[in-house]
């Protein structure tokens, strides 16, 4: 069942209350949605890609969001990332409404993004080089971000000497280097081997307990977002509504015990339950149309 902006703002309101009461104050959210939709205009007719989004993400909060092919995922993000108008609802980040790009958030794409004819460090720092950093600066803090991506040595080689994996790395630590407070990663995974996506997937894990930041991340894979997320919003099929919000309470670090668990495999089968069902609806409206 889809949940609406009412619903939610009312259970919200009453489930913060009572930490308010204990705490003193409530903490305002990092990331905040309220009743965003979407409509694009196709040869077909309107189409709606998202339609009545609400929800809230903490400061330093892991948040994956999930749905089936269709349900409006890079949409939401492409709103939040400021790089979409012409939308219902807002967006805020902190108290700042969202209107365009924010100097508070970094974005993460699944396609190629290096330059091909800069080094690693090279393409590290190039947000830096704009912003008009010096370069002994911008080269030392490149550097460091390297090191944190795990490719400390690789500084002076070039995108074409890197695998796949290493290349989403160097795009990962160049859109740290300006330090965002806020990480939006729309499938960067996507396509790499499912290996290769779990070993990355802990390095981010890493790099977030490291740096706190608030990440919300738009995966196709069940596994990923358990792994990585303290909670996940299960999206409808088109039009794209919050079909459950699931909180992922397993512990941190999480170590391959902790990825074999019977807790870990129960909360991918009851993601992949919600989801099974929207996915099903998805094909049967993909086969009427075809």
């Known amino acids: 069942m889809a949940v609406s902006a009412a619903e939610f703002r009312t259970a919200r309101t009453s489930s913060t209350a009572g930490a308010g009461e204990m705490s003193g104050r409530v903490r305002s959210p990092a990331l905040r949605i309220e009743g965003l939709g979407k409509q694009f205009d196709t040869p077909q007719g309107p189409l709606i890609a998202i339609e009545d989004v609400t929800f809230d993400i903490k400061e330093g909060e892991f948040v994956s969001v999930i749905g089936p092919s269709g349900c409006g995922k890079s949409t939401l993000l492409k709103i939040l990332g400021g790089l979409t108008g012409d939308y219902k609802g807002r967006a805020f ?8 790009p924010h100097p ?28 008009g950093m010096r370069r002994t600066e911008r080269q030392a803090k490149a550097r460091h971000f390297i090191e944190l991506v795990g490719l400390k040595g690789f500084e002076q080689r070039y995108p074409a000497e ?19 407070k806020i990480l939006l990663m729309d499938e960067p995974f996507g396509a790499l081997d499912e290996q290769t996506r779990l070993l990355l997937g802990d390095k981010v894990l890493q790099i977030h307990q490291n740096l706190r930041q608030t990440s919300l991340l738009i995966t196709h894979s069940i596994t990923e977002a358990v792994q990585l997320s303290d909670r996940i919003i299960v999206m409808t099929y088109r039009p794209g509504r919050i079909k459950r919000m699931v909180e992922i309470d397993l512990p941190r670090p999480r170590t391959s015990q902790v990825v074999s668990s019977d807790a870990f495999g129960h909360h991918v089968a009851e993601i992949w339950s919600d989801l099974r069902e929207e996915a099903s609806r998805g094909m049967r409206d993909a086969e009427r149309l075809g």
Do not use: H, Y
């Open 162 to 180: 890197l695998s796949g994996g290493m290349r989403q790395r160097v795009a990962i630590a160049r859109t740290l280097a300006f330090e965002p």
């Open 104 to 131: 508070a958030i970094g974005m993460v794409f699944q396609e190629e993004s290096t330059f091909p004819w800069r080094t690693v460090v090279d393409n590290v720092a190039f947000p830096l080089e704009i912003q």
């Open 93 to 100: 980040v902190g108290s700042d409404l969202v209107s365009g």
